[in-house]
Each structure stands twice: as C-alpha cells, then as structure tokens.
C-alpha cells in the first residue's frame, strides 16, 4: 500500500534508511529535519504494516527513494505519476533507481539521459594517506557579497555537467536558494586576486556523513589545480566534524574521478540518474 507519510513516521522511516545509510545520507537528512507533514511530496509503501519503501519527489521534481521490498516500485511509480509534482531528476543507488525507472518509463515524460553515477566516500586516514595529492588550499565560507558570483557559477555548472540550464528555467527562484545557502554557510570558496577560484557546497548531513556538491572552478582558473587543492581543503574541514565525506560525479567525467580518487576517495557504489522532459516548477512551501 502506497500512502502519503507524515511526522508520525519519522522513527520507522529512520530505521528504514540507517539500514544502508551510505545510500540515503539525503533522504536521512531531510526526514530528521523533520519535514515529514510538512511538505507535500513523501509517499511510503507498507508491505505486512511495515514501512518498506520512500519517495520523495521534491523541489524542482528532484526523485530520491529507498526500497527494501520490490513489489514497492510498480505501485510507488503508479503513485509518482499522479502526483502533483511529477518527477524530473531521479537520482540514487542503481539498484534501488533502475527497477524503479522501468515501472515509471511507462507514465514519465520523455528521457533527456540517464548516466551512471560513481559515489565516493572518504574517512580522515584516506586523505591522510593521499601523500602524492599536493597541499591542501585555504576554504572558507563565502561571503554574501559573493552570492551573485556563486550563482552565475553554479548556473554554468548545471549547464556543463547536467546540460540543464535551471537558471534561465527559474531565475528568481534559482537566486534564492543560493543566496539562502551562502547565508547559511553551505557554500565554500577559495580565492584568488579577489575572485572565486574554486566553490564546492556542503550538503546534506547524517550521522553517518556529509555530503559534497556543486564543485566547480571557473574557466579562467582551470588547469592550475585549483580543484584538487579546493576538494583537499573542504574535505580536511569536513573530517573535522564528520566521520566520513562523500560526493558523486558522471562516470563518463575521467578528469574528476582522477582528482578524487588522487585524494583518497574510495569507490563504494553507483548512483543511476535519469533527467526527463518534465517542466520546473517552484519549491513546495514548508508549512
């Protein structure tokens, strides 16, 4: 049985998603932040009375689910389809995205592309062991004076990495959340002569991990190293007060997967993302 979840079913959606927690650092994240009730979007699926699947169709149609029983994803694609926000980027563990995505390419919009999706994890003594990856550069958070440079950045980096242009789909809305998460100190920087040289964001935390996105170095500044240095520098931040750091990239992007696995980074499993054809549309309010 498919059913809207709320705030009462944040412990046994808990329980569900610390059984693999490498592969919901996400889906953790945001369900102990209580938003269970309080944004539309989180279906479950009870297989006996027990909570054995969740998706979540967020802002912007961004997918994430967890499955334990299989007989989960014909109904909760079903569910997905009539929902009032339909999905636009699936993204997750291949095992758990793959067989949901061949019970929703029946009712979904029409397929941008779907790649594989290498996700890597790193404790303190991977980076400690990574001698030959040179020195790590200074990050800090970025100022709100910088927002506006963060933002045109990151729009590039949609348009080269997801070849989704989400700027010009949603201008206002697209600034927003990058000046909210340069407030909220989400965003980091290394700089050089007064410009951004290199900006990754903090993502989502669980007890486990953190999460690393959005790493990006600006043409002018590229070739230099300022990627290697930069990943080097956040992640030796983050292992200050986390266990574990975790980021993913493109498989078919080699120049990344070099500069992280140089640093340490260890391969743990693959993600599969699908874009559709499906239109943006606005963050759900938090009620």
Do not use: K
């Not at 574990?244 to 990344?256: F, G, I, R």
């Amino acid at each position: 049985m498919v059913r809207p979840l709320t705030l009462a079913d944040t412990a046994e959606a808990r329980t569900l998603l610390r059984a693999r927690p490498l592969r919901n650092v996400f889906l953790d994240y945001v369900v102990s932040a209580g938003m269970l009730g309080r944004v539309p979007g989180f279906l479950g699926f009870e297989t006996a009375g027990r909570l054995t699947g969740i998706l979540l169709i967020g802002p912007l149609g961004g997918t994430a689910l967890e499955v334990q029983d299989p007989a989960a994803h014909a109904p909760l694609a079903q569910a997905a389809a009539h929902a009032p926000l339909r999905p636009r980027h699936i993204v997750g563990s291949e095992d758990v995205t793959e067989p949901f995505w061949a019970e929703y390419a029946r009712h979904g919009a029409e397929l941008f592309w779907t790649r594989r999706e290498p996700v890597y994890a790193m404790r303190a003594a991977d980076l400690e062991g990574a001698a030959d990856a040179g020195p790590a550069a200074r990050v800090e958070p970025a100022l709100e004076s910088e927002a506006d440079e963060i933002t045109a950045h990151s729009a590039q980096q949609h348009r080269e990495d997801l070849r989704d242009d989400r700027f010009a789909a949603d201008e206002a809305g697209f600034r927003d959340r990058h000046w909210r998460d340069v407030r909220d100190g989400r965003w980091w920087v290394t700089r050089e002569r007064g410009r951004i040289a290199f900006q990754v964001h903090v993502g989502a935390a669980s007890a486990t991990a953190v999460q690393l996105g959005g790493v990006f170095v600006p043409e002018w500044a590229r070739g230099r190293g300022h990627a290697t240095r930069g990943v080097r520098g956040i992640c030796a931040r983050m292992l200050e007060r986390h266990d574990l750091v975790t980021l993913y990239c493109d498989e078919d992007n080699a120049a990344a997967r070099r500069v992280y696995e140089r640093l340490g980074f260890r391969r743990v499993f693959c993600n599969r993302s699908y874009l559709l054809n499906e239109p943006l549309r606005g963050p759900f309010p938090v009620q």
